[in-house]
């Protein structure tokens, strides 16, 4: 299923989607503004953009036990904590070796940083799995299968030759959201498998909007 949402802003003209309001969003120019109307190719610098380098292991553990803190109690926390601990010292040592050797010999492939530690714990996941490896504990945690299931799964791509995408949900209950924000309209393709109801979400999506345009022309938010 592939309910899609439309909101543009057209003079007397009506919105796709259930009810869709036909408000303009934003008539000001931006950033967004000037990538979009630049004629330098979107790839052009990318040679050179510098490379980020893979972060320690140990940087990587503190922030996935930062992110598993608020969702565990203190006794799963613990028991998740023992698994990093383990991994840190362990098979994730010898696997960072290895993925930092094969990374200075892909010159082409850059880390992306910040308070990710899903993509790196991934790589040390696959590379395991690629060499025949026992899988480490870490991964067998409940905990870690639980963070890695992601119901709502969301991307963009706004641009003046894109009217709308979208794509498939990454778990059999999630959603998968395609999104396009431009300066006259906003829209977004929901998808799911069979035993979620996408049009209520979509529903849900349209009522937030609403809600928010109710806010910024100073309007009281119905309930």
Request: hydrophobic residues 35%; proline residues 8%.
């Amino acid at each position: 299923m592939v309910p899609r949402l439309l909101l543009r802003a057209w003079p007397r003209g009506p919105a796709i989607g259930p009810g869709a309001p036909c408000r303009s969003l934003s008539a000001d120019s931006g950033p967004g503004q000037y990538l979009q109307h630049s004629i330098v190719p979107t790839m052009h610098y990318q040679d050179s953009l510098p490379r980020l380098p893979i972060p320690k292991l140990e940087d990587t553990i503190r922030r996935y036990l930062s992110a598993q803190k608020p969702l565990l109690d203190d006794g799963q926390f613990r028991k998740t904590e023992q698994f990093c601990r383990s991994f840190e010292n362990g098979t994730g040592k010898e696997l960072h070796k290895q993925l930092v050797a094969q990374d200075k010999q892909n010159k082409h492939t850059s880390y992306i940083s910040g308070q990710g530690f899903d993509r790196h714990l991934f790589a040390l996941r696959y590379l395991a799995a690629a060499k025949g490896i026992v899988l480490p504990e870490l991964y067998l945690d409940p905990a870690y299968e639980r963070i890695n299931h992601n119901i709502l799964s969301t991307s963009t791509l706004s641009s003046p030759a894109v009217n709308l995408g979208g794509f498939a949900p990454v778990v059999p209950d999630g959603f998968g959201i395609g999104y396009a924000v431009h300066d006259d309209w906003i829209g977004c393709n929901v998808s799911s498998y069979p035993g979620r109801n996408a049009r209520e979400f979509l529903q849900c999506v349209e009522k937030s909007l609403k809600d928010i345009f109710d806010a910024l022309e100073g309007k009281s938010i119905k309930t």
